[in-house]
């Protein structure tokens, strides 16, 4: 007897319905199984899958914020036409193999680095940074005084105490004449004279050079810091950042000192702390691809300065001007007339040696100022002015100590009222 007949007979009993729905699902379980891989070979069912992963992916971006352009994106947009033009005229260097690694804006800093409000005015941070040059020099041209008039010793305790200070022996010779000049004559008697006339003198001097950053006319204004390993390039860099970004500048740093393992850390670390931008490669690659990519980004993302860290020394000096040479060479090719500033970091602690650094680089770069870091921890401040004479660059920043907001722009009256303070 079959199915049907025993239903018919008995009429559907509830035994038989959960029988029937159990046969039902298991001949649906072996029917799906035979057919799935049939179905996945499709292109109906591939077409499906591509759908819903595209889907996907626009969920996915709704939720995060949209990332910045990176290098290879870029070429790809309406607006890169022209950079990939030029891009091609850069025939000597080879990208390929480069690993980019554009970076996302710092997200997440924690906390800003300093409050700005809470920032000590530039004029203390300046007096408190030159309290050891001061203290050495003019307590030392003071103390030579003490109750004595002008004479012919005195003038001898000066000129020692001037070039002690780093001044310059030219700066020294140059202002002992006028000091014997105006001793002759009665105009400088006594200390309070000398005082009045040694700070009219340099400020007079330190005047006349433009203490202004070259800005671009339009575009991002970029700024190649160069100078020799140690003597504050990074921190100064950080320091330049800070500064600009208060201002209300959007910055990218880019690390192009790939010499060193850690400098693109140290770098990364500082643009971290001040919220900025960096542009980075990997350790030992091509720095004027940095460099490139730097200017890349910034045109793309409308920022303002690029400031590009560089390596301080490398094999021979042959060396580090070819590659200042060609970093320089891939930035004006992107941006005509830039680098518009090329700093020279030089530490002031080395005093006099500062000079002869100053005078190396100048030689193997374009330098258009100085950033006379680490004033805070010499008594030698007086280089200033030894290098109006021997090298006559501006110095545009110094440096007055270890963070971000210890910098200040150079200001002739600032920086000499505080030397007498
Ligand atoms: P780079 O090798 O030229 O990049 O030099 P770094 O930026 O790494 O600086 C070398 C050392 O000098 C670090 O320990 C810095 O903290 C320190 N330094 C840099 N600028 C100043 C400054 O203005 N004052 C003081 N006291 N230290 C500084
Ligand atoms: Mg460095």
Do not use: C, N
């Given at each position: 007897m079959n199915l049907r007949a025993i239903l018919l007979a008995n009429g559907p009993q509830p035994v038989d319905v959960i029988i029937l729905i159990v046969v039902a699902g298991l001949a649906l379980l072996i029917v799906a199984a035979v057919a799935a891989?049939?179905?996945?070979?499709?292109?109906?069912?591939?077409?499906?899958?591509?759908?819903?992963?595209?889907?996907?992916?626009?969920t996915e971006r709704e939720r995060k914020p949209a990332a910045p352009p990176v290098k290879g994106g870029m070429r790809k947009g309406k607006k890169q036409t022209a950079l990939v033009d030029?891009?091609?005229?850069?025939?000597?260097?080879?990208?390929?193999?480069?690993?980019?690694?554009?970076e996302e804006p710092p997200k997440a800093v924690t906390e800003p680095f300093v409050k700005l409000e809470a920032k000590p005015s530039k004029a203390s941070l300046i007096e408190r940074g030159l309290s050891k040059t001061r203290k050495k020099m003019f307590t030392s041209i003071r103390s030579v005084?003490?109750?004595?008039?002008?004479?012919?010793?005195?003038?001898?305790?000066?000129?020692?105490?001037?070039?002690?200070?780093?001044?310059?022996?030219?700066?020294?010779?140059?202002?002992?004449?006028?000091?014997?000049?105006?001793?002759?004559?009665?105009?400088?008697?006594?200390?309070?004279?000398?005082?009045?006339?040694l700070k009219d003198y340099v400020k007079k001097d330190l005047k006349q050079w433009n203490l202004n950053v070259n800005w671009a006319e339009s575009g991002p204004t970029v700024i190649l810091v160069v100078g020799v390993n140690?003597?504050?390039?990074?921190?100064?860099?950080?320091?330049?950042?800070?500064?600009?970004?208060?201002e209300g500048m959007r910055v990218i740093v880019a690390a192009a000192d790939t010499f060193r393992a850690a400098a693109v850390d140290q770098l990364a670390i500082w643009a971290e702390r001040t919220g900025v931008e960096i542009i980075k490669h990997a350790h030992g690659s091509d720095p004027a691809a940095v460099a490139y990519d730097a200017v890349d980004a910034a045109t793309a993302r409308g920022a303002d300065v690029i400031i590009v860290d560089t390596a301080g020394r490398l094999h021979t000096q042959k060396n580090l001007m070819q590659?200042?040479?060609?970093?320089?060479?891939?930035?004006?090719?992107?941006?005509?007339?830039?680098?518009?500033?090329?700093?020279?970091v030089l530490d002031a602690t080395t005093g006099q040696n500062a000079i002869s650094q100053a005078k190396l680089f100048t030689s193997v770069a374009?330098?258009?100022?100085?950033?006379?870091?680490?004033?805070?921890?010499?008594?030698?401040?007086?280089?200033?002015?030894?290098?109006?004479?021997?090298?006559?660059?501006?110095?545009?920043?110094?440096?007055?100590?270890?963070?971000?907001e210890d910098i200040a722009p150079f200001d002739p009256d600032i920086f000499i009222d505080a030397l007498f303070e």
């Open positions: 891989p049939i179905l996945r070979k499709t292109k109906w069912f591939k077409a499906l899958q591509k759908k819903a992963a595209k889907r996907r992916e626009e030029q891009e091609a005229e850069v025939e000597d260097i080879d990208w390929s193999d480069e690993e980019t690694a554009v005084f003490s109750g004595r008039q002008l004479d012919d010793e005195v003038i001898e305790e000066i000129r020692a105490s001037m070039l002690g200070a780093d001044m310059g022996p030219r700066f020294t010779e140059e202002v002992i004449e006028h000091i014997k000049e105006k001793w002759h004559t009665h105009e400088i008697t006594d200390y309070e004279h000398l005082e009045q006339y140690g003597s504050g390039k990074t921190t100064s860099i950080a320091k330049l950042a800070y500064q600009f970004k208060s590659e200042l040479d060609k970093i320089k060479r891939v930035i004006a090719k992107k941006i005509p007339g830039a680098p518009h500033e090329t700093i020279m374009d330098v258009t100022s100085i950033f006379l870091a680490k004033l805070d921890g010499t008594a030698k401040g007086g280089v200033v002015i030894g290098m109006r004479e021997e090298i006559d660059i501006p110095v545009k920043f110094v440096g007055l100590g270890e963070t971000p």
